[in-house]
């Protein structure tokens, strides 16, 4: 099949590949131009200032006369959305199907319950200032230590911890507290400068009841040598990790962040709602999933809203929208200024034609708990977490937040990876088989006949592998970053 009608109500099809001008739309309907794949081709004529729906939703209204077989898109089509909403709570709960299936997966338990999918051995700076002295300390270990027990050694780099106020001092903290205690960490070395503003003294007491065979401390400043005294402290920590051993776990114990980037007319059509069922299939099974890139979300918000398990939660998802909302307008920046160039040349025209799209990532379950930026899971199911849409900002949020790996769905492909396993998932094979080392999985083969519920237990086969330790591309080629969300003034 070369294009698909998403919803009845539709009165545009998407085309499923490249279609030349001349190609049969069906009901007698002929292309007019040749397209790409992922863009949308009209069905039937829209007048001028009409409503273009997709998914069974508006995502636009035309700025021109559109015949049918003509392309619609940036140039003949404009958001909907301006200026500020009011919302009404219409509750809309779907029950998911209970599943008789109980799952596990091979983890590492720590000793206050979290599981990890990792064992590694991580460096925390406190401040950018040590970031080399980090990578030092990490090369000049593994030249004196062998056998390595740790699945990998990583220095989590970050270019802030000092010449910060405010809210954004606030985060920066507050993220790097949350990887100190993040489960795929089987050690910690917390590195500081000695000057900075993020002080060591401070940062140790906000930690809480942590593990102190499992996390050290040390201020540069405050020691002859650091590179030695660091090596040191990573061989204590290391022999801690010595006889750490996978072991059967219930699947309720994953925490799973799901996020897109590089979208394309194809995600709200594969890989998306791939995610989405497993999303589902997870809370089915007493685990987590956390949805994000709040800005990706206005125009298809009320869907989410709607889905809340109680007003409380509903009022939290509208707060978590219109705060966003305000700090565009705190900056002078437009509200509704996306979808990027990457996705318009993949078939996205408007933001609600992305954000439609997007919150498919969160399945049908109801939403039970919004966090606020850098904040740890408390209720398991269907979280709302806020952050913004840029890929590394939100994949570090979603693993702050307690989450062991994130599903990152894409159709145009992206070598990027977070600090936790990063699944790359593409919405078309042409991606896939262009990019393997960048794509892990597949989902555009549900344009080539698969069924999304045999691709589903693939899809599940395939995480459980991952969370009981195989490894993802970026992993494997050692590609491994984080970004903090920053937003005030730099001293």
């Not at 030092?136 to 270019?159: C, D, G, M, W």
């Not at 050290?216 to 990790?241: A, P, S, W």
Request: hydrophobic share 35%; glycine share 10%; net charge negative.
């Amino acid at each position: 099949m070369q294009y698909i009608k998403i919803h009845e109500d539709d009165n545009v099809v998407v085309a499923l590949e490249d279609m030349d001008k001349g190609t049969l739309i069906g009901n007698g309907v002929y292309l007019q131009e040749s397209i790409g794949r992922g863009h949308k081709v009209a069905i039937n004529d829209i007048a001028q200032g009409d409503l273009v729906i997709k998914y069974g939703y508006t995502i636009g209204y035309t700025t021109l006369p559109i015949k049918k077989g003509e392309w619609v898109h940036t140039h003949n089509l404009q958001t909907c959305l301006e200026g500020s909403v009011s919302y009404t709570y219409h509750q809309q709960l779907i029950c998911l199907p209970e599943s008789n299936r109980r799952l596990t997966y091979q983890g590492y338990l720590r000793n206050n319950g979290d599981v990890g999918i990792r064992n590694e051995l991580w460096i925390v700076p406190t401040v950018s200032c040590v970031n080399g002295i980090a990578d030092n300390i990490i090369r000049l270990f593994k030249e004196e230590v062998s056998p390595i027990y740790a699945e990998a050694i990583t220095a989590q780099k970050h270019p802030y911890g000092c010449s910060q106020m405010g809210k954004d001092h606030d985060d920066t903290v507050t993220i790097l507290r949350d990887l100190v205690r993040h489960p795929n960490a089987g050690g910690v070395l917390v590195l500081g400068l000695g000057c900075e503003n993020n002080t060591m003294d401070v940062f140790k007491e906000g930690l809480g009841d942590y593990d102190k065979q499992r996390v050290k401390f040390m201020v540069c400043q405050d020691v002859e040598d650091e590179y030695q005294e660091g090596v040191n402290l990573l061989k204590i920590l290391h022999e801690q990790m010595k006889d750490d051993k996978r072991e059967e776990v219930p699947l309720s114990t994953l925490k799973v962040g799901l996020k897109c980037g590089g979208s394309d007319g194809l995600s709200g059509i594969t890989a998306n709602p791939l995610v989405g069922k497993f999303s589902d299939f997870l809370v089915s099974q007493g685990g987590t999933t956390i949805l994000t890139e709040v800005p990706e979300m206005f125009g298809a918000e009320t869907i989410l809203m709607n889905r809340a398990r109680n007003k409380e939660i509903y009022e939290k998802i509208v707060s978590l929208i219109q705060d966003f909302k305000n700090y565009y307008m705190q900056y002078h920046q437009p509200i509704y200024e996306n979808p990027s160039p990457g996705n318009k040349k993949g078939g996205i025209s408007t933001l609600e034609d992305k954000s439609l799209g997007c919150v498919q990532k969160g399945g049908t379950a109801m939403v039970e708990d919004v966090l606020k930026y850098g904040e740890r899971i408390k209720i398991q199911g269907l979280n709302l977490l806020s952050a913004p849409g840029n890929d590394l900002v939100a994949t570090t949020a979603l693993g702050a937040s307690g989450c062991q790996m994130v599903l990152f769905t894409t159709g145009r492909g992206t070598p990027f990876g977070g600090f936790i396993p990063t699944v790359k998932i593409s919405t078309n094979t042409a991606l896939y088989r262009k990019k393997k080392h960048w794509v892990d999985f597949d989902a555009g083969e549900l344009m080539e006949g698969k069924t999304l519920d045999k691709m589903l237990d693939a899809f599940i086969t395939y995480l459980i592998d991952v969370a009981s330790g195989k490894l993802v591309e970026h992993e494997e080629q050692h590609i491994r970053d984080m970004a903090i969300f920053k937003t005030g003034v730099t001293l």
